[in-house]
């Protein structure tokens, strides 16, 4: 089974096909440069993405969006996490949390899967916090500075574990097995 999964990021890319081709699914990227739309929600941006993605590819397509949700700045970055990234980077989110006593934070992802019908939506969310320091070279985005709830590395220190317990994996798990026929 082949199917198109609509992203700008390589490193998403590379992620959700390593997963997928062990399920069998064979993932070709469709690369698209979509201005996002506004909102708090990640399913609403997915939605909304998918069904941009697919009026430009006319097959079956999915999008995924994500971000990193710290508690201590009421869920901020959020859906706004890849602009902060490019604009702040994990520095300027280390400063913000500078001093900041509770260090709890998750990433999340959302899937939108556009059939040529209808939409589907799959969701995974990774709990974790915020280290003190960026550590690593793994990974992309946050990874330096995100550590799963449980673990003493960041992703971007132990890239096997983020692929085993990672937001991606989580909603592309469900997703996967809507696929089973
Ligand atoms: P699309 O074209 O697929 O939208 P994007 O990079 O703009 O690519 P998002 O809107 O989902 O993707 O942006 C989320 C940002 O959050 C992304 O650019 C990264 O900086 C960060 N991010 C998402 N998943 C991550 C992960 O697994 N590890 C580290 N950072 C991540």
Redesign the pocket.
Known sequence: MKILFA???QH?FE?AAAYLAGRGIQLERFP?E?R?MRSESLEEIARD?ARFAFKKCKKPVF??????FISALNGFPGTY??WV?KKLGNAGILKLMAGAPDRSAY?E?CIAYHDGKRISCFSGRCPGSISEGARGAS?????PI?VPEGYPQT?AENILL?NNI???YKSLLEFSKSLEP
Do not use: P, W
């Open positions: 992203t700008s990021n998403k992620e698209i979509h996002e993405a999008v995924e969006d994500a971000g990193l996490s890849a990234q990433f992802a990974g992309f985005g946050y990874d995100f992703f983020k990672s937001h991606r």
